[in-house]
T-cell receptor
Framework: GENVEQHPSTLSVQEGDSAVIKCTYSDSASNYFPWYKQELGKRPQLIID?????GEKKDQRIAVTLNKTAKHFSLHITETQPEDSAVYFCAASKAQSSASKIIFGSGTRLSIRP | EAQVTQNPRYLITVTGKKLTVTCSQNMNHEYMSWYRQDPGLGLRQIYY???????DKGDVPEGYKVSRKEKRNFPLILESPSPNQTSLYFCASSSDRLNEKLFFGSGTQLSVL
C-alpha cells in the first residue's frame, strides 16, 4: 500500500544550526507534499507545502525540496531557534476526482539546544 | 474567528459503550476529515468527506463511522469502542483542493478501558 517514511525520528541541533528532515513516498502518482508542525499539546499546523511541478520552495527560514525521480522530499530549517522545537510531519497525497487520501510520515521530534 | 471545534477535549469510556466525537467548522469548508495520532505512527486518516453526503474511507476506517448531513459538521462515531481505539483524535477541514492546507481542530484524547 501507499507509504511515507520519515527520518530521523528524533533530531537535536544547536541553536543557530540547520536541521534537515527527510521523507520518501511510495506512490509515484502523489502530487502534493505538505509539512506540518505540532508543538507540545497543540494541533498540527501547516508550515509549508510543495506541488509535484515544483522542485523547491522557500519561506523565510524554512524550505522544502522535492526529487520526483527518487520520490524523496526534505524540510530544511536554517538558523534554528528555540521556538522551532516541535514534532514535524511530512505527508503525501494525490488529488483525484473520487478519492483523496493523505498519508503522513511517522513524525520527527526536533529539539533545539540553547 | 475561523476555527474547527471538537468536543469533548478528553473522554474516558468503557469497552462497548457507543460514543460520538463532534467536529464543527465555521469556514464553509467543503473538505473535512478525521485522523488518529499514536506514538511512532504519526497521523493516520480514518475517514474523509468531500462534501455533504459524500464520505470515503481513509487508511484506518475499521471500527469507526462518520456522517456528513450538514456542511459544517462531521461527527466521528464509535459504535462499540475497544481499547485499541485509545488515541488522540483530530478533525480537520480545508477549503483548498481536497485535502490540501488542512486546518486542524484542537484534538480529543480518548481512553477506552
Amino acid at each position: 500500500g501507499e507509504n511515507v517514511e520519515q527520518h530521523p525520528s528524533t533530531l537535536s541541533v544547536q541553536e543557530g544550526d540547520s536541521a534537515v528532515i527527510k521523507c520518501t513516498y511510495s506512490d509515484s502518482a502523489s502530487n502534493y507534499f505538505p509539512w506540518y508542525k505540532q508543538e507540545l499539546g497543540k494541533r498540527p499546523q501547516l508550515i509549508i507545502d510543495i506541488r509535484s511541478n515544483v522542485g523547491e520552495k522557500k519561506d523565510q527560514r524554512i524550505a522544502v525540496t522535492l526529487n520526483k525521480t527518487a520520490k524523496h522530499f526534505s524540510l530544511h530549517i536554517t538558523e534554528t531557534q528555540p521556538e522551532d522545537s516541535a514534532v514535524y510531519f511530512c505527508a503525501a497525497s494525490k488529488a483525484q476526482s473520487s478519492a483523496s487520501k493523505i498519508i503522513f510520515g511517522s513524525g520527527t521530534r526536533l529539539s533545539i539546544r540553547p | 474567528e475561523a476555527q474547527v471545534t471538537q468536543n469533548p477535549r478528553y473522554l474516558i469510556t468503557v469497552t462497548g459503550k457507543k460514543l460520538t466525537v463532534t467536529c464543527s467548522q465555521n469556514m464553509n469548508h467543503e473538505y473535512m476529515s478525521w485522523y488518529r495520532q499514536d506514538p511512532g505512527l504519526g497521523l493516520r486518516q480514518i475517514y474523509y468527506s468531500m462534501n455533504v453526503e459524500v464520505t470515503d474511507k481513509g487508511d484506518v476506517p475499521e471500527g469507526y463511522k462518520v456522517s456528513r448531513k450538514e456542511k459544517r459538521n462531521f461527527p466521528l462515531i464509535l459504535e462499540s469502542p475497544s481499547p485499541n481505539q485509545t488515541s488522540l483524535y483530530f478533525c480537520a477541514s480545508s477549503s483548498d483542493r481536497l485535502n490540501e492546507k488542512l486546518f486542524f481542530g484542537s484534538g480529543t484524547q480518548l481512553s477506552v478501558l
